[in-house]
């Protein structure tokens, strides 16, 4: 089975800091997928980014950009020019390609705190 | 507009209480699933349908059945409420294989006192 770790429970930082959040995941395959999915206090979850693993070029979505290191298995999330409206929980998540039948694997989730 | 709608929003029961959660999406998606986050916990699936007229355990199915009533709606029932399943609940989709990802719903905040 696939796992997927998040290590910071929680995080804090200033506004228009930048800030890198670490996930790994563990698997024996060689093409999958991985997203970064925020949870603002809303509840909504809104994907932020996603990578497949066959592509070396690291994904990027305006102020989001990840760092995909295959042979780590590491997944990091950074947030350039941090704002008070990224305040949320934070989680990795993963499928194998083809066999996503059964979804999507989550980390347990970073809290990030943007402080004024 | 188009998406995931979960019903109720919040529900408060009584040990030993029954309730569904009603999932429907309108994005003709193959794919639908059940999961409940807990706080330290992340998300956690408790059955997902591949297709419409199949369903799957997940990894904590214990105390829920499923209904894949037709394409559009999946539906999650608490046979006997107990307090141990006070969570929030994220009835989500996708087209098929979730290589892109879910479409989610809003979330329901179960409490079970």
């Known amino acids: 089975a696939q796992t997927v770790t998040q290590s910071q429970p929680e995080m804090s930082v200033q506004e228009a800091e930048t800030v890198t959040l670490s996930c790994t995941y563990d698997t024996s395959e060689s093409n999958y997928y991985l997203f970064w999915y925020k949870q603002p206090p809303s509840r909504q979850m809104i994907l932020v980014i996603r990578q497949e693993a066959y592509k070396q070029q690291n994904a990027t979505e305006n102020r989001f950009s990840v760092n995909f290191q295959k042979a780590a298995k590491s997944f990091s999330l950074k947030i350039s020019d941090s704002q008070l409206g990224d305040t949320a929980m934070y989680f990795c998540a993963f499928t194998e390609r083809g066999g996503g039948a059964d979804g999507l694997t989550f980390g347990k989730g970073t809290h990030l705190i943007i402080q004024p | 507009n188009a998406g995931v709608t979960q019903t109720p929003k919040f529900q408060v029961l009584k040990t030993g209480q029954s309730m569904t959660l009603q999932c429907a999406q309108d994005m003709n998606h193959n794919s639908m699933y059940w999961y409940r986050q807990d706080p330290g916990m992340g998300l956690r699936l408790i059955y997902y349908?591949?297709?419409?007229?199949?369903?799957d355990k997940g990894e904590v199915p214990n105390g829920y059945n499923v209904s894949r009533l037709n394409k559009r709606e999946f539906s999650l029932r608490l046979e006997s409420a107990a307090p141990s399943q006070t969570s929030v609940y994220f009835c989500?989709?996708?087209?098929?294989?979730?290589?892109?990802?879910?479409?989610f719903g809003s979330g329901t905040r179960l409490t079970v006192v």
């Open positions: 349908s591949a297709s419409e007229g199949t369903t």
């Open positions: 989500a989709s996708s087209e098929g294989l979730a290589n892109y990802g879910y479409t």
